[in-house]
């Protein structure tokens, strides 16, 4: 003998059907605790905020022209 029953609900009604726990809550946290992560780099990538960084490393005014004037052979 062959028996079939079939049940329709939700997928949020058989978790709770079969006492599977929600992840919900955790998962949403986790997830808007990457995307903070993800915007927080590509904030860093912008345009702007890299000038901001690396412009106290670079060589001041003076040096830039000094290093393009020997580069195109102009300083003796």
């Known amino acids: 003998m062959k028996v079939t029953i079939n049940v329709e609900c939700t997928p949020e009604e ?3 059907f079969l ?3 929600n992840w919900k ?3 949403d946290r986790m997830m808007k605790g ?3 992560r993800v915007e927080a780099y590509f904030k ?3 345009p ?3 000038v901001k960084t690396w412009l ?3 060589p001041g005014t003076e040096q830039w022209q000094s290093l393009f004037s020997k580069w195109r052979g ?3």
């Open 34 to 36: 990457a995307e903070e």
């Open 74 to 76: 102009e300083e003796k």
């Open 25 to 27: 809550p955790m998962q």
């Open 44 to 46: 860093k990538l912008d």
């Open 14 to 16: 058989a978790r709770i």
């Open 48 to 50: 702007k905020e890299l």
């Open 19 to 21: 006492g599977l726990p």
């Open 56 to 58: 106290p490393m670079a």
